[in-house]
């Protein structure tokens, strides 16, 4: 009994386990350190593939996968840099802080085998490598359907991890400051005007202020405002940029402002209609009135057809433009 106890104490497999040990820690206290200094670790080919790829790992990484060089002319990579600091920093200065989850950046310039190795054409994208095993489909964040907002990328990490993430934001107040200056302006005009406010009676003041609210909230302005989608989408293998999102589950903000400005216009075209019905001016102007409210509602309703179906696929119906 006493052999086969000194046997196994030091059989090969005894001091391997305890390199493996030896190896792990040293990983996660360069991770450690690493964290201390920035809450976003910096990883190029070499790193990922000695701390992501490698054994022994305990410990689950989020990588973000940007392109931040200005020749790459990535806005949107810019942008979600930033929300990624904000949800690094909350999770590394949070009182619950471990060594269970690490949060690191591949640069396409600094890492391009890295991409080639997971086969990316695009950036910015997410993926999270569990502490065991590959990254499955899940593992992969939706960016397109859900936004890059710190508050939806620490949901998507609590659910992958089991971490969960308070994101606490710098101060901006900008809104509130914004919100003041233009009661302030209402309330010097109003204050001004104090003897003559007939204008608060006036219908097309009303109307107006009316039709650009519904023209804002028909656009997907709260939708932007509660995902926080990415302005627009640029390949970074092909420098490709998209402003109209292929998918009817999301947009960008850009598509947003596209669809706003057609849907003006159209109403714009609808209200030189009806004043070239129901005005008393000549009729060589509201002939020129009726030409150009045709044509705005024609060209434009077409090109808001077209936007539809380039999301909905396989939409049957076109007008002018297919």
């Not at 206290?29 to 990883?43: H, K, N, S």
């Not at 971490?163 to 001004?192: D, E, H, K, S, T």
């Not at 292929?246 to 216009?265: D, K, P, R």
Request: hydrophobic share 40%; proline share 5%.
């Amino acid at each position: 009994g006493w052999y086969k106890t000194l046997t196994s104490l030091l059989s090969p497999s005894r001091p391997c386990s305890l390199r493996g040990g030896t190896l792990l820690s040293e990983k996660v206290g360069q991770l450690m350190d690493w964290t201390g200094r920035r809450a976003v670790i910096r990883m190029n080919g070499e790193k990922f593939r000695r701390f992501v790829k490698a054994p022994p790992r305990n410990y689950s990484v989020v990588i973000m996968f940007t392109a931040l060089q200005p020749q790459r002319q990535c806005g949107v990579c810019k942008q979600a840099d930033d929300e990624y600091q904000i949800l690094a920093n909350s999770w590394r200065y949070s009182t619950a802080f471990t060594n269970k989850v690490f949060f690191a950046t591949v640069d396409f310039d600094e890492g391009s085998d890295v991409f080639q190795m997971l086969n990316m054409n695009s950036a910015p994208s997410f993926i999270h490598f569990p502490a065991k095993g590959k990254p499955k489909k899940s593992d992969s964040y939706e960016l397109q359907v859900r936004g890059f907002a710190a508050e939806q990328l620490a949901r998507w990490v609590g659910d992958r991890t089991d971490v969960q993430i308070r994101v606490i934001r710098p101060p901006n107040y900008a809104g509130p400051l914004m919100l003041g200056f233009l009661l302030a302006v209402i309330g010097g005009l109003a204050y001004l005007r104090r003897n003559n406010l007939e204008f608060l009676y006036n219908k097309n003041v009303w109307a107006f202020s009316a039709l650009c609210f519904c023209l804002i909230m028909t656009s997907g302005q709260m939708w932007n405002h509660i995902r926080g989608p990415p302005y627009a989408h640029k390949n970074p293998t092909t420098g490709q940029v998209s402003y109209i999102h292929g998918s009817s589950q999301a947009q960008f903000v850009a598509e947003t402002h596209i669809v706003l400005l057609f849907n003006s216009a159209v109403t714009m075209g609808m209200v030189l209609l009806h004043e070239a019905a129901t005005s008393d001016m000549d009729i060589g102007k509201r002939k020129i009135m009726c030409v150009a409210g045709i044509g705005l509602v024609m060209l434009f309703f077409s090109w808001l057809l077209s936007i539809f179906r380039a999301k909905y696929h396989g939409y049957p119906y076109s007008f002018l433009l297919s």
